[in-house]
């Protein structure tokens, strides 16, 4: 049974930082792509960071320079640091892995509000 439980998410104010992790079982992790994506109210599913098996990385570019993605194969876990935070990234915080399949986590949820 494959699992991806995020944590880490919360309320904080803008310009605070968060690390979100994200716990995979149930998969061969090292080859599964791990990526991150959120989703505001009334918007759609968008991705903002995306880690390949070989540790290649891509973000949206609304987040490049103050997200950071990285994996821990040992851990089978995939991290999301978040620097700099705005309110425009408040959402809930979904962990994906993609290989044959894509799996979603349950989501966790990001505010940033002062």
């Known amino acids: 049974q494959v699992q991806l439980v995020e944590s880490g998410g919360g309320s904080v104010q803008p310009g605070a930082s968060l690390r979100l992790s994200c716990a995979a079982s149930?998969?061969?992790?090292?080859?599964?792509?791990m990526g991150w994506y959120r989703q505001a109210p009334g918007k759609e599913r968008e991705l903002v960071a995306r880690?390949?098996?070989?540790?290649?990385?891509n973000y949206a570019d609304s987040v490049l320079g103050r997200f950071t993605i990285s994996r821990d194969s040992a851990k089978s876990t995939v991290y999301l640091q978040m620097n700099s935070l705005k309110p425009e990234d408040t959402a809930v915080y979904y962990c994906?892995?993609?290989?044959?399949?894509?799996?979603w986590g349950q989501g966790t949820q990001v505010t940033v509000s002062s």
């Open positions: 994906s892995a993609s290989y044959l399949y894509d799996y």
């Open positions: 149930g998969i061969i992790f090292n080859i599964h792509t």
């Open positions: 880690i390949t098996s070989r540790g290649g990385t």
